[in-house]
Structure formats: C-alpha cells, structure tokens
Nanobody
C-alpha cells in the first residue's frame, strides 16, 4: 500500500509564505508526475502545480510567479513553496502522485492540509 503524508499548512497573513511538503511511502517502484491541488469551500478542486519525474513544471495562472513546486526523488517528496500569499489562496491543499508499484500504477492522494491566508 502507498501513503502520501502532507505537512506545512497553517494560518498566515497576506503577503506571507508557507512551504508544503508531501512524502510518499510504501511499496513504491517509481513515481511519475506529482502535483498539488486545492479546494476552497464551495469550489471544485483545481490543479495548482505539477512536476514530472524529470523536473518539468506547470502552474495554474493565478499562482505563477508566487508558487514554486519542486521534488526530491530520492526522498519521494514533493514541495510547494508559496510566497506572496493572498486571501484567495485559502483552501485545503492536496498532494497527488502517479505511483507505480510492483502490481499497479495509479494516482494516490494525501489527506489534505489547510492553508488559511488572512487579510
């Protein structure tokens, strides 16, 4: 079984920074794409940023220039550095990973971490 555990959420004032981490553990053979999604109250879950195993990245337009996604393949960990945070960034942030095990390849999700940005 594979588990994704997130950390780093919290309450921050507008203009502040937070760094989210997500580590995958279990019977992992390899991890392809990893990403961060978020879901605000009353809204659909949206992709915030994604990174391939080779390090290529993409971002939703609303966070470009403020957020940076990175990963440490040796640690099966993905990070999201969030700077210049705005109240509209408030949401539950979920980690996602496309994981290959000995028996299958599928998406796994973390439990979510709350990010709250006060004005």
């Amino acid at each position: 079984q594979v588990q994704l555990v997130e950390s780093g959420g919290g309450l921050v004032q507008a203009g502040g920074s937070l760094r989210l981490s997500c580590t995958a553990s279990g019977n992992i053979f390899s991890i392809n794409d990893m990403g961060w999604y978020r879901q605000a109250p009353g809204k659909q879950r949206e992709l915030v940023a994604a990174i391939t195993s080779g390090g290529s990245t993409n971002y939703v337009d609303t966070v470009k220039g403020r957020f940076t996604i990175s990963r440490d393949n040796a640690k099966n960990t993905v990070y999201l550095q969030m700077n210049s945070l705005k109240p509209e960034d408030t949401a539950v942030y979920y980690c996602n990973a496309d994981v290959r095990t000995r028996w299958s390849q599928k998406d796994y999700w973390g439990q979510g971490t709350q990010v709250t940005v006060s004005s």
